[in-house]
């Protein structure tokens, strides 16, 4: 599933129900039994080199993506806060791990969320609903132009405006896979939507061993 729209994920949801019935990990989402010690994020066939990309941090700050996270294992995802499924799901599990996570794990990892929808996260309205989840996750937004050039680079699609109908909200269409930039820089794995809390546990201490 390439964007975040309902249809679509309900096709998805029920894909991968059947998948961890069957114990198959043709989903992105690992079955049980996985071995210790080996990747269960899906590994890219080339890497991904992290996009050169200045945003608004929530304190109205300049973030300059590949200064800022330098040296860390970043967790770059794209979303909104008013989306209703995959964004909050991402988070809540994420800062579920991140309470599993050994302090020096925790220590050299970031979660960047980049907002998908500027004109309704406001700096105060990502802050507090990031900071619901975990007080570390930096929330960011800046032009649609430049966040679509990013999205490019890594090779994820671009961002969807789909009208509410009805007299409903508008739903943004926006990729639903993390990206894991290593400390080099450079993404070696996509996270799809569903991956689980002990994957993530396995897989981060692992990509920071990989990038000393």
């Known amino acids: 599933m390439s964007y975040q729209i309902k249809p679509l994920l309900k096709l998805y949801s029920l894909a991968c129900a059947s998948v961890l ?8 989402v690992p079955a049980d039994g996985d071995s210790v010690g080996e990747l ?3 590994v890219l066939e080339v890497p991904i080199l992290k996009p050169d990309l200045v945003l608004t ?3 109205g700050g300049l973030y300059d993506l590949r200064a800022e996270t330098d040296g860390y294992l970043s967790l770059v995802f794209f979303g909104y806060t008013n989306c209703p499924d995959v964004c909050p799901v991402h988070m809540a599990t994420l800062a579920g791990v991140f309470d599993e ?7 050299a990892t970031k979660v960047i969320f980049v907002s998908t929808d500027p004109e309704r996260d406001t700096p105060d309205r990502l802050r ?3 900071r619901a989840y975990h007080p570390s996750f930096l929330g960011l937004s800046g032009e649609m132009e430049a966040i679509n050039a990013a999205l490019a680079e890594m090779k994820l699609p671009g961002v969807a405006v789909v009208p509410g109908q009805h007299g409903s909200e508008v739903t943004i269409g926006h990729p639903s896979a993390v990206l894991a930039f290593g400390r080099d820089g450079l993404a070696r794995v996509r996270y799809p939507f569903g991956v689980r809390r002990a994957d993530w546990v396995n897989d981060l201490p692992l990509l920071l061993s990989e990038n000393p």
Do not use: K
Not at 21 to 28: E, K
């Open 101 to 107: 996570l050994a302090p020096e794990v925790r220590d």
């Open 40 to 42: 269960r994020g899906t």
């Open 128 to 130: 507090q609903w990031l």
């Open 57 to 59: 941090d929530t304190e």
């Open 21 to 28: 019935l069957s114990s198959v990990s043709s989903c992105g």
